[in-house]
């Protein structure tokens, strides 16, 4: 099985997520929720030229931009990809994933977009067979419109399936610290969770995005049942990650917003990670943007704002 590498954006560049593309052989299947980044737009044509079969699964209204799902279609297609929107029976599709050669897998935060640089994500690539696996079954599933909602094997975590109550479950067993950079939470099962666990004398702490007033509310309910939960406002990158850290030794990372659309509406992709040296850099990167962050929301004029990401609004 191939070693798994786990990574960072800005950090590790996007040459990291285009690595598997280009090494393709046989087969790339995408979960799309929006793309403009020419550079994959060119590694996705030269595996087709190569005789690689790709397809792609695009969500037609990322953050309700028809422009920009049509725009990332016809790019797909003009390049030699096969492409489908996404099954209606989702909400969203909201994924940044894929699988290569049935043999690799990324699961992450990012968007395919050429605004990589500015924002905060994280992601994975993995040879697990299990995940490999079970996403290459749920792509397939999806791209012949078969809606299943079944739980998927950990440590894959999707949503429609298992994210939920493996998020829960998360929070819940956590008997040191939860150390959490999300854009979106506003789940109210999500917020009392953590107010409890805090009230139970767990280290909760939390950096957000400032421009998503979505979460305002929500953070404010948790501040005033959990006073000691430590909340940031991300001033350096776009925070657009949905990453969770459990007593330093476990995480979620992948697309799944801490909202009830995300958790149980949208198709989302995630990966509970337990590899210590992986688990330990998102635990340095997340302490290192809490430290840096505002202790309150920074006007919208003051933030970075990608240019092109659907994350530049309140909606993705």
Same mark, same amino acid.
């Given at each position: 099985?191939?070693?798994? %590498? ?9 040459? /990291? ?39 792609? %699964? ?6 309700? =931009? ?10 797909? #297609? ?10 209606s029976y989702f909400d969203r599709l909201h994924a940044k994933a894929f699988v290569v050669d ?8 990012? =968007? ?15 040879? =697990? ?28 975590? %999707? ?15 956590? #008997?040191? /610290?939860?150390l959490l950079e999300e854009e979106q939470i506003t789940d109210p099962a999500v917020i009392a ?14 950096? /957000? ?15 005033? #049942? ?16 949905? %990453? ?14 801490? /909202? ?31 430290a840096a962050a505002a202790p309150q929301p920074e006007p919208a004029a003051g933030l970075p ?12």
């Amino acid at each position: 099985m191939l070693e798994d %590498l786990f990574f960072v954006m800005p950090d590790d560049g996007m040459e /990291t997520v285009l690595a598997p593309l280009a090494a393709a052989q046989q087969t790339i299947d995408l979960y799309i929720f929006t793309l403009s980044n020419q550079a994959m737009l060119a590694a996705l044509g030269a595996a087709v030229t190569r005789g690689v079969a790709v397809r792609a %699964l695009v969500e037609p209204r990322p953050s309700d =931009n028809a422009a920009a799902g049509h725009a990332a279609m016809a790019a797909l #297609q003009q390049a030699g990809v096969a492409v489908r929107p996404a099954p209606s029976y989702f909400d969203r599709l909201h994924a940044k994933a894929f699988v290569v050669d049935n043999n690799r897998a990324l699961i992450s935060s990012i =968007n395919f977009l050429d605004d990589w640089s500015q924002t905060r994500d994280y992601g994975l690539i993995t040879g =697990n067979p299990v995940v490999v696996g079970g996403l290459a079954q749920t792509f397939a599933a999806d791209w012949a419109s078969q809606q299943s909602t079944a739980a998927p094997a950990l440590p894959l975590v %999707l949503s429609p399936g298992n994210s939920r109550p493996v998020i829960a479950g998360l929070i819940a067993q956590a #008997q040191q /610290t939860l150390l959490l950079e999300e854009e979106q939470i506003t789940d109210p099962a999500v917020i009392a969770a953590l107010a409890a666990r805090s009230n139970a004398g767990i280290q909760v702490q939390l950096v /957000t995005n400032s421009a998503q007033e979505k979460n305002r509310a929500p953070l404010a309910t948790l501040q005033a #049942q959990a006073p000691g939960v430590q909340i940031g406002y991300s001033t350096g990158h776009w925070l657009h990650s949905k %990453l969770l850290i459990a007593d330093e030794r476990q995480m979620l990372v992948g697309s799944v917003n801490l /909202t009830p659309a995300s958790l149980d509406t949208r198709r989302e992709v995630s990966l509970l990670v337990a590899d210590p040296a992986a688990v330990a850099r998102a635990v340095a990167v997340a302490r290192a943007d809490l430290a840096a962050a505002a202790p309150q929301p920074e006007p919208a004029a003051g933030l970075p704002r990608p240019s092109d990401s659907p994350a530049a609004t309140t909606k993705s």
